[in-house]
């Protein structure tokens, strides 16, 4: 059966990590979201199974993996849930264990990035915490960028096996690198080209990805949302310190 | 062997969520950074174990958990690993995901809470950004603390089995509740005092949790951490809306 991800059809946001994995897999998946809402689809789709009161574990937000009887909440809980079973980590607990580690390194990260254009509240728009993200977003490319980018940089140097994150192949945290630069470059432009140079395995992770068969076919599919200033990486030019 | 845990030794912060659970099962476990500096104790050896530049799998950041040969950072990790182990988690793999999911809300949540003293940057000082704490603590209490203990009231409500978050006795996740309720009563007495009324689920398990023979030991032991201005709950009056 094919799995069924939840997830809003206008971005790519958190979804895109897990998307990413099941497009890198070949693996048979329906998003949801994507579909007609004459066949199901669509964003009131993805309120109604999020809002469902008969479901005895509901789910506190997308992205939400459905695999048969059991559905899975949480980028980093639904990609050690895939992981195994698509050919994406490690076979043993502890690699399985450190990749899930990466990824919710990767989490936190991309809060950090969410709230660049979103300080003070999620219940404002951008435009009334425009002065407090002009703060938060040089500080954030000061220290932050350069913190979680070292931090990345130093697991590949250390991976006696190859230029990823983990062991000879590919895992799905390499994937979420691929995915926080394209994010970064899209939403800080000036920045990134003056910081990204410092870090070139992360530079090579993501060109790596970029160029594998079934991630160069999905990026230039039509199921490759394009970025956009409704998603988690926004190009807001006064950021872009 | 003793199970050991890696995490600043001034501050309950996120460390205390692995606390509490190794204390409920009565592990055997070092709190290193507890330890006298001259016995390889103290916040010395926290730096150093996470700065190990011999390590092949390195940690961004504490709490780190040590078990013999396997180490693991991020504290929903630490307890995703540690449940099966010391009776605090699901024995099947659904149960077990779900459980982590819950942690996972948790973890998002808790950076929300540490924003509310720091919207605009860790590299300021508190004083630096109070103007901008005072709007987002406002809009944090508004919104966000009645959205997540909505959504864990209903999970309880929702759980055919008892009054915790999953199944008839207790998990992790529900450890972690009594440690926000307790958290969010110590930063904002005044606002808690209004808010959590509404969610008598929660703050019974709170109270259930309070009264368990081995957390209550540890409650008044030197073993736990005060709250104070140091750590992931802080009480600034001018915050307390």
Known sequence: ??????????????????????????????????????????????????????NPRPSYAPPILKDGGITIAHTANILLYLGGRIGLAPDDEAGRTWAHDLQLTVTDFVLEIHDTHHPISNALYYEDQKEESVKRAALFLEHRVPKHFAYFESVIDRNPDGAHLIGAGLTYPDLSIFQLIAGLRYAFPNAMARIEPDYPNLTALHDAVAARPNIKAYLESDRRIDFNEMGLFRRYPELDG
């Open 1 to 54: 059966m094919a799995y069924e991800l939840y997830y809003w059809p206008m971005i790519q946001g958190r979804g895109e990590f897990v998307r990413l994995a099941l497009e890198e897999a070949g693996a048979d998946y329906v998003d949801v979201g994507r579909k007609p809402k004459g066949e199901g689809g669509g964003p009131g789709a993805i309120a109604a199974f999020l809002g469902d009161e008969a």
